[in-house]
């Protein structure tokens, strides 16, 4: 089995790179964002197409080229110690039979993202690389707790993140310790079937999703069961389910944790002995605790819970 190699702790004044892999930006939406990475003593530096915009059904951050150009500029130059992505959205899955690492394997760097980025991230855990499940840089300027931010720079100063959670009447209980791997549903979804999904032998799995009609977050489960993924994991942590249903219908539609949506759930993994946890603070929601994609967790499921890297 590959060692998994993790980026080196970033020492101050470290150059941090911002790119737009997926969907387009404004300048104001990344000010804040931009502007803490300062605040925490490293050197923003953007992507030329950081701030391109480019219609082609959607309105992603340039052409195919243009946002491929500045990823492999950002993984593989040597001077860039961090990479984080400005948002999420669609675009990832055009990049990644063309991403390089031929520098960046000599010189490995956190990968910061989620959502679409959640793509990125199974690539490079494929190729043996940990990155940071956190938010992106479009989010802080969206209510996005400052915390939520401080525990990414924890981690990318070298602190392995520690977390205690309240118990969740909808938790499997078990003491078990395996690799992370996961992220956005819809994308772990989308890359079913293909080179680059998680391998899913032994591992512990993250879920978590926006906007999805109920039918369509139960599809994408049960795509999971008939790929034979929940006989393959030895846990399962569920994060944020938000915005799910119908607005006008149903009530939970602003909570991060959807009521309904985590019982759809909890329903579909019922027969399976894994323990899991729900309510993990991660996702498409304003207090998030990032997670390591790629690192070995310790997850305790009892009447409290306790995760640990």
């Known amino acids: 089995m590959k060692k998994m190699i993790f980026p080196k702790a970033l020492k101050k004044g470290a150059k941090i790179a911002v790119i737009s892999p997926a ?7 990344l000010e804040k964002g931009i502007e803490m990475i300062k605040n925490r003593g490293f050197e923003p530096v953007l992507g030329e197409h950081l701030y391109t915009r480019y219609s082609n059904g959607y309105n992603y951050a340039g052409t195919e080229q243009e946002r491929l150009k500045d990823i492999n500029w950002a993984l593989n130059d040597k001077d860039i110690s961090a ?7 669609y675009g990832c899955q055009h990049l990644i039979q063309h991403l390089k690492l031929k520098n960046f394997t000599e010189n490995p760097k956190w990968y910061i993202g989620y959502s ?4 990125i991230q199974s ?4 190729k043996g690389f940990a990155s940071i499940h956190g938010q992106t840089m479009k989010t802080s300027s969206f209510g996005v707790t400052d915390e939520s931010y401080d525990l990414i720079f924890d981690i990318l100063k070298g602190k392995a993140p520690k977390y205690a ?4 009447e909808l938790n499997k209980k078990g003491n078990i310790e395996g690799e992370l791997v996961g992220g956005n549903l819809a994308l772990i979804y989308a890359l079913l079937g293909t080179p680059y999904s998680f391998d899913f032998k032994d591992k512990i799995l993250f879920i978590e999703d926006i906007g999805e009609n109920f039918y369509a977050l139960d599809r994408m489960i049960m795509s999971l069961e008939l790929a034979g993924v929940f006989k393959k994991i030895k846990g399962l942590i569920i994060g944020g389910m938000t915005n799910m249903g119908d607005e006008k219908e149903n009530k939970s539609y602003e909570e991060s944790f959807d009521e309904f949506a985590y019982k759809l759930i909890s329903d579909r993994i019922s027969k399976y002995k894994f323990p899991a946890v729900f309510g993990f603070p ?10 390591i994609i790629g690192g070995t967790v310790k997850m305790q499921v009892k009447d409290k819970v306790k995760i640990e890297f």
Not at 123 to 126: A, D, G, R, T, W
Not at 282 to 291: A, E, T, V
Request: charged fraction near 20%.
């Open 116 to 119: 679409d980025n959640t793509v």
């Open 165 to 168: 959670l309240k118990p969740h």
């Open 123 to 126: 690539y490079l855990l494929k």
């Open 23 to 29: 969907g387009a930006v404004d300048v104001s939406q």
């Open 282 to 291: 991660n996702g498409h929601i304003k207090d998030n605790s990032p997670l």
């Open 83 to 89: 990479v984080w992505a400005s948002r999420g959205g």
